[in-house]
Every structure is written in structure tokens, then in C-alpha cells.
């Protein structure tokens, strides 16, 4: 009677886990209710509370499966951040991603937008923004959110592609795969006019996953990863 208790609140957890992922996705591409990335976090925490539950609960009734239970957990965040980074990226009402001008690619005028909206000069931008809060021209607030932003958002990119990627095992592989995530990302934004083409977001998108890859290297961290989240060493 008790294993069967166990059994179904895990798979009850599950289920709950599931219909909080329905409603996130429905905030997070709702043009009605625009959410901010914090809310959006703390939904995404309850996810993670409760498949957390789950797994833990359903590990009782079949432990040797609780290795594959713990990857596809890590699956289903996986697929929920890179949503969110997407949509926050390219195609977000709460960032002033969508207009009616956004998405229509007007080939025409593509070399001026390219000298409007891009920079190709390292630091620039990082420089301007410490210029422009010093001298009291932008709040904190869009200071950290452009600056420490850019970084922390690429940050969980480090946990995810070596966990559920294996072949990309070693620094240099991950730097590569990385670099190509985030450069198309910031051509997408340039291509669909919804944001600059910047050399200075590469450079603190790239600092933020790989500070965070080479943390997740170090045994004893990596050791707390995989017993958090269930996963073999």
C-alpha cells in the first residue's frame, strides 16, 4: 500500500510538473499578458520542484531507472530554457522584440541597417554602457540588465550541452558549439530586425557559458550536479 502511495504521488508530480509547463508556455508567447523573465523563472522553479518530487518519489519503486528518469528530467529543462532564450532573443513582446515593421526582411537597405545596427569593435558597447552609468545616462537597472544579463542568460547553456551531449566532451568542442549557438542567434536578431548585430554580446554571452562549463568541470561541483539531479557520474 505504501509503494503504491509513492508511485502515484511521483506520477502525480509529474503530471502537475506537466500542467505548469502548459501554462508557462502559455505566458511566455502570450501577447495578451506580457510576464517578465523573473516570473518566468519562478515558473520554471516549480517545474523543477516537481519532477524533482517526482523523481525522487518514482527512484523508491525502480532505482536502476532513475539515472535515465534524471536525463529526461534534464531534457525537459533543457527544451523549457532554450524556449525562453529564444523567445526573449528574437520573437518577445515584453523586450519590444515584435512591431510591425519586425520580421520583414528588406534586402534593400540591409548594408545601411548594417552600419546602423551593428558593432564590430570589441568592448565598445561594454564601455559605453559603463560610461553612460557613470555619468547617470541609464539606471542600474539597464546597466545589470545588459551588462551581468547577457552573461547570466548564457550561463545554464555550460550545465546543459556536456550533460546531454557527450560527444562535445572536452573545452574546445563546447567553445566551438557555443560560439555558432550565439553568433546565430545575434544574426537572427540582426536578419529579423529585432535587435543589433554586436560583437560585445558574443563576448559576454561566451564569457557567461564558459565560466559556467569550466565550474561544472570541476570533479567535486560536477559530483553535486549529478547527485542533484540524478545523474551517473
Keep these: 500500500m505504501k509503494d503504491k502511495i509513492i508511485l502515484t504521488t511521483g506520477l502525480l508530480s509529474y503530471v502537475i510538473s506537466f500542467i505548469i509547463i502548459v501554462y508557462y508556455l502559455f505566458m511566455e508567447f502570450s501577447i495578451i499578458t506580457l510576464t517578465s523573465p523573473v516570473d518566468r523563472l519562478k515558473i520554471l522553479f516549480l517545474v523543477f520542484i516537481f519532477i524533482y518530487l517526482g523523481c525522487y518519489l518514482l527512484r523508491k519503486e525502480n532505482k536502476s531507472k532513475v539515472f535515465k528518469l534524471g536525463k529526461f528530467n534534464l531534457w525537459i529543462l533543457f527544451i523549457l530554457y532554450i524556449t525562453m532564450l529564444l523567445n526573449m532573443t528574437l520573437f518577445d513582446s515584453y523586450f519590444g522584440r515584435v512591431n510591425g515593421h519586425n520580421y520583414l526582411i528588406d534586402y534593400s537597405n540591409i548594408e545601411n541597417r548594417f552600419h546602423l545596427f551593428s558593432n564590430i569593435i570589441p568592448f565598445k558597447t561594454i564601455s559605453n554602457y559603463f560610461i553612460a552609468y557613470s555619468s547617470g545616462t541609464i539606471s542600474l537597472n539597464s546597466f545589470i540588465y545588459n551588462i551581468f544579463g547577457n552573461i547570466i542568460a548564457f550561463m545554464p547553456l555550460g550545465?546543459?550541452?556536456?550533460?546531454?551531449?557527450?560527444?562535445?566532451?572536452?573545452?574546445?568542442?563546447?567553445?566551438?558549439?557555443?560560439?555558432?549557438?550565439?553568433?546565430?542567434?545575434?544574426?537572427?536578431?540582426?536578419?529579423?530586425?529585432?535587435?543589433?548585430?554586436?560583437?560585445?554580446?558574443?563576448?559576454?554571452?561566451i564569457t557567461g557559458t564558459m565560466i559556467f562549463y569550466l565550474l561544472s568541470k570541476i570533479k567535486p561541483i560536477n559530483s553535486i550536479i549529478n547527485k542533484v539531479l540524478y545523474l551517473e557520474n
Excluded: C, H, R
Excluded at 536578419?191 to 558574443?202: A, K, Q, S
Design 159 to 205: 550545465l546543459f550541452i556536456p550533460k546531454l551531449i557527450p560527444i562535445i566532451n572536452k573545452w574546445f568542442k563546447y567553445f566551438i558549439f557555443a560560439s555558432l549557438f550565439i553568433v546565430f542567434i545575434e544574426s537572427m536578431q540582426f536578419i529579423l530586425n529585432v535587435g543589433t548585430l554586436d560583437i560585445d554580446d558574443y563576448i559576454l554571452n
